[in-house]
């Protein structure tokens, strides 16, 4: 009998798959996981493709698929993106394979659910707590018997005597499902003209089942989650599956709450917080159908949908969507690419839209829907200037006093005042004042930022801590050390001391508590039971503060300046998001941004409130510079932890460039930083025109450039977003 033979992918640092035979009577089919022999070892991998028999192969080197696992097969569309991530981004096959893979995540053995129905007996004693579970259960309906007592405000050992009475009956419930089918018409909005028409657009979208992609451009507060709610509920309505990419998993409660009373339940979620069992049962219910919208980060993007109706990426220009270590790629990119090989809708939606996707809005590659006015008539908050060279604040203050006296005010009329600071800690550096050494970071070329909170240094590249020392470690002077520059917990501090009645409240994403923290404190700021907010960027995701009637920017020029091609396209979407928060509710908003730079053509757009005119500007500096969206570039890092390999590496790379009238090879130079986890880096930037194949050039490249001995590696960022 012919042998039969299977390619392997398997999730590991290889690009292509490794061929198996198939054991008789073993029926395989593309996208199935199986486990095969690799070395003295066994692993899980995928089949890439069946080979038919083995004519012309030696059949004597090769080894026999094991088993075929009992786990969802990837589907075509799904292969088919890890095809082509790898293709783009130069990743080994199989470590875009591993991002698709879940065969790890089980939900174990299945518990028996166990809820409890009232008999209609009377007990033969009553309490108070008694009477309230009665009266609770007395609709005639079984609840789970957790769900029972909590509602009621009783302990479970309540629940349990009343079944021991005969009061109450046990029943045994089905399987809790990955989650309740959401109603479409559960409740429908009111919405403005406006949205009515873009909703309505999504909608027939969805009906066309076709790929588009809809860029919804709508001012902050102009009700963008209403709209494309409506596009979720045509793909419920059709009986298809809907994925939402958020940039942040402490966005995920107040979203979560939003889509609860659109359509009653819940929608699945997806993300890191998730525990492992209800992950599972997400992925087992997204491959069956089950699980009909998906909210969640951007690993979601690789869950084996059924049938994806639609996608919709929130807060599209949000950095948080690249990923930089293993596999560097953009997941709203890639969002785009799912949806053209699923034949779907994808909506990408923003205040503040990335260049790449005003560019090709303004091309016709994208359909715009405008909505150019907040929902119910609330005005977008301007913003005021101070200029830190004539009004600053006192020496070792941040707070300047005109904005001291507009906090004084917003309190004293019931607002609530957000500063922002986009530097995480107490002090981005430490420093002796008697011999002026600076705590750095032993694995990085960063300083160590110290965070007050915790009695820490920190670095925020590799992660490395420290108790703060009571003397110098260079020359030993005692308490010689020294905060430099303010972070937010410096500037609650400050904040203390002006306003020592109010209530403030730092948010930022590296305070203890984890996501359980973050979002009981957002809740409480919504709930108006903070008066000053000092935040982070993290402030600047989409939440919804009712009661938030100032916000003032403390440094708005710390992204400027460094740089990075990128920076004035990160600080107006920034401040502008931060002001946004203001003014939701019926106060009135007010923003002022501190700057040194009140001149510059970003300060000027964000005073002027003239979105038109910076991205008039900036894409016109774009296409004269031949930058992203006007240009390709690539970034290829060459690391190791010693500077004399890392930078020999680099200079034999450039050396073997590929030569091409259309490409340039910039490099290579130190990085930005130069240490980072022990390792020294050098990188090279590579820039050629937008129509040109940059990921064959680079493949074309690699393989015929010298290979990396020792620990020296090279990481490839095709358009990378961050220049570090």
Known sequence: MTERLVDVLLPLGLDTPYSYAVPDGLMLAPGDLVHVPLGSRGMVGCVWALRGDATGVNTAKLKSVKAKLDHIPLPEELRRLV??????????????????????????PTRERVGVRATGRTPERMTAARTRLLAFLADGFVRGKGEAAREAGVSPSVVDGLVDDGALETLVLPPEPAAYPPDASYA????????????????AAVEARDFSVHLLDGVTGSGKTEVYFEAVAQAIMEGRQSLILLPEIALTQAFMDRFTRRFGVKPAEWH???????????????????????????????????????????????????????????ARDMAVVRARLAKAPIVLASATPSIETEVNARRGRYKRLALPERFGGAKVPGLSPIDLRREGPPRGRWIAPRLEAEITDTLAAGGQALLFLNRRGYAPLTMCRACGHRMRCPSCSAWLVEHRFRRRLACHHCGYQAPIPDTCPACNAKDSLIPCGPGVERLQEEVQTLFPAARSLVLSSDLSGGVERMRAELDAVAKGEVDIIVGTQLVAKGHNFPGLALVGVVDADVGLGHGDP??????????????????????EGRGFIQTHMPEHPVMKALMLGDRAAFYESEIASREEAHLPPFGRMASLIVSASEAHAAEGHARRLAASAPLHADVR????????????????????????????????????????????????????????????
């Open 665 to 724: 090879v910039l490099g290579p130079a130190e990085a930005p930083l130069a240490l980072l986890r022990g390792r020294h880096r050098w990188r090279l930037l590579v820039r050629s025109p937008r129509a040109f194949d940059l990921s064959a050039y680079l493949r074309r490249w690699r393989e015929s450039a010298p290979k990396p001995t020792g620990n020296v590696r090279v990481a490839i960022d095709v358009d990378p977003l961050s220049f570090l």
């Open 83 to 108: 095809d082509w991530i790898a293709d783009y981004t130069l990743a080994p096959r199989g470590m875009v394979l591993r991002m698709a893979l879940r065969h790890d995540e089980s939900p174990g």
């Open 566 to 587: 990128r920076a004035a396209e990160r600080t107006f979407q920034l401040v502008h998001q931060v002001a946004g928060r203001a003014g939701r509710g019926s106060t």
């Open 188 to 203: 429908v909005p009111e919405l403005s003209p406006e949205q009515a028409g873009a909703a309505q657009a999504l909608r």
């Open 272 to 330: 890191s917080g998730v525990s492992t069992k209800r992950r599972a049962r997400v992925l087992r219910g997204v491959a069956s159908g089950e699980v009909s919208v998906v909210a969640g980060a951007r690993s979601a993007l690789f869950l084996p949908f059924r049938d994806l109706g639609l996608t919709i990426v929130d807060e599209e220009h949000d950095p948080a969507y690249k990923q930089d270590d293993g596999v560097a790629y953009h």
